[in-house]
């Protein structure tokens, strides 16, 4: 039995390629016309089985349930200590990367120091810079000169190199 054409699509891509429901989300979110939140084509049910975009429903009954509260930081992350065990964990406040967890919170999440950041560190001194979280695939990612992202044009090599000929 096959699929009649053009069944479950919503709309072309720039390409011309059809998107399914969950294409058209992640090409909207990739173009910034849509939140996080809202443009799941999962809607109500998205929290039940996706993970990379905060925690899933089971998460925070197994939080709720087993963990402790011990904190959260600057950018909304909220991180657990399990009541037997001591297991530590963090339900992220939007798409879960670890490079979104600030230094000294994972200093605490990987156990290099025992108490919490607050108490177990000094302050943070003048010259420290706030962490970033990783930028690679965004359009915020370094691109070097000559990248394609940047046009594909490099400047001209210098007049050191010689091309090797074989003889």
């Known amino acids: 039995m096959g699929r009649e054409e053009g069944q479950g699509f919503d709309k072309l891509s720039p390409n011309g390629e059809r998107l399914n429901a969950i294409g058209l989300s992640v090409y ?14 999962m809607g109500v049910f998205k929290n039940l089985f996706t993970w990379w975009d905060g925690a899933t429903l089971g998460t925070a009954l197994f939080s709720w ?9 600057e ?14 964990w963090v339900m992220y406040a939007g798409s879960n990367d670890i490079s979104r967890v600030p230094p000294d919170w ?7 120091i025992d108490g919490l950041p607050d108490d177990a560190l000094p302050p943070a001194r003048r010259f420290h810079k706030a962490a970033i979280a990783n930028l690679t695939g965004t359009p915020a990612a370094y691109r070097p000169t000559g ?18 000929t074989p003889d």
């Open 28 to 41: 909207m979110l990739a173009r910034g016309q849509a939140s996080a939140l809202g443009a799941s084509a």
């Open 65 to 73: 349930k087993n963990g402790r509260k011990v904190g959260s930081d």
């Open 75 to 88: 950018a909304g992350n909220t991180y657990f200590e399990a009541r037997k065990g001591g297991r530590r």
């Open 106 to 112: 994972y200093a605490w999440l990987t156990r290099q």
């Open 147 to 164: 990248a394609l992202e940047k046009g594909g044009r490099r400047q001209a090599a210098s007049g050191d190199y010689q091309a090797w």
